[in-house]
């Protein structure tokens, strides 16, 4: 019997949403202020990391699934600078912040890898 690839199959996807659990259990113990300024779009842009694969992969069409994937990678972007930000304003240890970064530095060779993946795989 063919076995069908799954969302938990995707390791983009699995580290996207570990990383998003990780930043979520530091933030949830910050102050209201802290979590209000930064923590609040620092988690939604790093949710939207594993969010955005995870449509991307429930979509039908290859451009539309790439297009989720690329939005994936923005949502990255965005979440190295809320990362800096975090840092500089003494929110994170040195050793959350390292996690994050080497995470998000990652994250973008598996998601590119998806990507070319589906290219390579899917007919229109």
Known sequence: MKKYLQLNDLTSYKRA??????LWEII????NFE???IGSQFV????????????GFGRFGKKDKIK???Y????LKESLDWNEKSKHRK???QEQYNYILGELQEL???IHQLIKFTNDKLKE
């Open 91 to 93: 929110l994170l240890t």
């Open 44 to 55: 939604r842009s790093v949710d939207s990391i594993s969010a955005n694969i995870a449509e």
């Open 68 to 70: 989720f994937y690329y």
């Open 72 to 75: 994936s990678l923005g949502s």
């Open 35 to 37: 979590k209000n300024t």
């Open 108 to 110: 973008p060779k598996e």
């Open 28 to 31: 949830i113990q910050w102050g």
């Open 17 to 22: 949403l570990k990383l998003s659990n990780f």
